[in-house]
T-cell receptor
Framework: RKEVEQDPGPFNVPEGATVAFNCTYSNSASQSFFWYRQDCRKEPKLLMS???SGNEDGRFTAQLNRASQYISLLIRDSKLSDSATYLC?????????????FGSGTRLQVQP | NAGVTQTPKFQVLKTGQSMTLQCAQD?????MSWYRQDPGMGLRLIHYSVGAGITDQGEVPNGYNVSRSTTEDFPLRLLSAAPSQTSVYFCASRAGTGVGEKLFFGSGTQLSVL
């Protein structure tokens, strides 16, 4: 089983739709969680960190469920410019070192 | 405001050739790292450094060498290129810790080994 799993998609949604992605992680020692956005053939960029109580940044809402070991990203009122791959990233202590593990990403295509 | 500068953007090598991917950052970050990204897989850590003179192996270090003589530069060397090293490579530096942690990536190098 992969340490961080994501549905690869693609998720094809119309403009204005609400879409949600989940990401599951297998290591219960995971400590911090992030969503990165990666446009086609570009470098990943931090979208948002995920706080234990959940957090919102404009149209984006991130949630963490430690009991079930998953994080989610909700995008409201989708824009064409939201089309990208969304990477789930998990940080944990591994034999005293912090280790970031990336999911393989969920592709979102917003259609006019 | 350059951030993380990575060169070259594209490279084609023959099996057995060596080369160095350059990475420089101007944000005075202590932590720098190299990742490779392959289709259907997440970014995988090759090597990382927590400061000048200190490097360590990541998840997939075989066939790669690194050094960190200055805070700014963190080159990645392919010693004898193999087709399995065909991939997209990203250099990154890191700011912050815990939930405030943020990676800054270079623009990537598309490497093909024939």
């Amino acid at each position: 089983r992969k340490e961080v799993e994501q549905d690869p998609g693609p998720f094809n949604v119309p403009e204005g739709a609400t879409v949600a992605f989940n990401c599951t992680y297998s290591n219960s020692a995971s400590q911090s969680f992030f969503w990165y956005r990666q446009d086609c053939r570009k470098e990943p960029k931090l979208l948002m960190s995920v706080y234990s109580s959940g957090n919102e940044d404009g149209r984006f809402t991130a949630q963490l469920n430690r009991a079930s070991q998953y994080i989610s990203l909700l995008i409201r009122d989708s824009k064409l410019s939201d089309s990208a791959t969304y990477l789930c990233v998990v940080n944990r202590l591994d034999t005293g070192r912090r280790a970031l593990t990336f999911g393989s990403g969920t592709r979102l295509q917003v259609q006019p | 405001n350059a951030g993380v500068t990575q060169t070259p953007k594209f490279q084609v090598l023959k099996t057995g050739q060596s080369m160095t991917l350059q990475c420089a950052q101007d944000m005075n970050h202590e932590y720098m790292s190299w990742y490779r990204q392959d289709p259907g897989m997440g970014l995988r850590l090759i090597h990382y450094s927590v400061g000048a003179g200190i490097t360590d192996q990541g998840e997939v270090p075989n066939g790669y060498n690194v050094s960190r003589s200055t805070t700014e530069d963190f080159p990645l060397r392919l010693l004898s290129a193999a087709p399995s090293q065909t991939s997209v490579y990203f250099c990154a530096s890191r700011a912050g810790t815990g939930v405030g942690e943020k990676l800054f990536f270079g623009s990537g190098t598309q490497l093909s080994v024939l």
